[in-house]
C-alpha cells in the first residue's frame, strides 16, 4: 500500500518517526520540512515542503502548492501525519484524490486538541489524541507514541 507520512521538523518528525514499525510492509514516502531529515529515513523516498503556519500568508500558500502537488503526484492510498501545517495541508489534498487520511496530534497538546487537529477533525478519516482524558467520540485515544 502506499503511505505518505508527512510531519513537520522537531517534536511532529521525532513522533512520526516512532510509527516507522508500522510502515515495514508498505510503500512509504515521507515529506518533511527540513530536507536535512532525509537522513532519517534513508532508506525511503522522501520530499522537502516549504514550512508554514497561518501568520506567514506567502509561506503557507507555498507551502499548500508543493503539498498539494507532491501529493497528487505520489497518489497515496493512505496519508498520516503528525502536524503541524503541512501535514494539515496533506490531508486535504489527500481527500481530494480520495486517500484515507490519519491526524495524530502532537502528544506536548495536553490541555486540548491542537488548532490544526480540530482542523483535522472536519476532514480526517481519523484523528488521534495521545492524552486519553482528551478522547471523545471523534477523537481516539490508543496510547502515546512519544
Same mark, same amino acid.
Given at each position: 500500500m ?13 513522533q ?7 510502515f ?15 537522513? #532519517?529515513?534513508k ?5 522537502? *515542503? ?6 506567514d =500568508?506567502? /509561506? @503557507?500558500?507555498?507551502?499548500t ?24 495541508i496533506?490531508i ?8 484515507? #487520511? ?7 497538546? *495536553? ?6 487537529? =480540530?482542523? /483535522? @477533525? ?9 492524552w ?6 471523534q ?8
Amino acid at each position: 500500500m502506499k503511505v505518505l507520512a508527512v510531519a513537520s521538523i522537531g517534536g511532529h518528525w521525532i513522533q512520526l518517526l516512532r510509527l516507522m514499525p508500522l510502515f515495514k510492509e508498505h510503500d512509504v514516502t515521507f515529506m518533511s520540512t527540513n530536507p536535512s531529515l532525509q537522513d #532519517t529515513v534513508k532508506e525511503y523516498k522522501f520530499y522537502h *515542503v516549504p514550512d508554514s503556519n497561518r501568520r506567514d =500568508k506567502v /509561506a @503557507l500558500m507555498k507551502s499548500t502548492l508543493s503539498v498539494s502537488w507532491l501529493v497528487f503526484k505520489i497518489w497515496p492510498r493512505v496519508i498520516i501525519t503528525t502536524g503541524a501545517a503541512p501535514g494539515l495541508i496533506a490531508i486535504f489534498a489527500g481527500k481530494l484524490i480520495g486517500a484515507k #487520511t490519519i491526524w495524530i496530534d502532537s502528544i506536548a497538546n *495536553v490541555d486540548r486538541l491542537s488548532m490544526s487537529g =480540530k482542523m /483535522a @477533525l472536519k476532514i480526517a478519516d481519523r484523528v488521534y489524541t495521545q492524552w486519553e482524558h482528551l478522547q471523545t467520540e471523534q477523537v481516539i485515544y490508543s496510547g502515546n507514541i512519544l
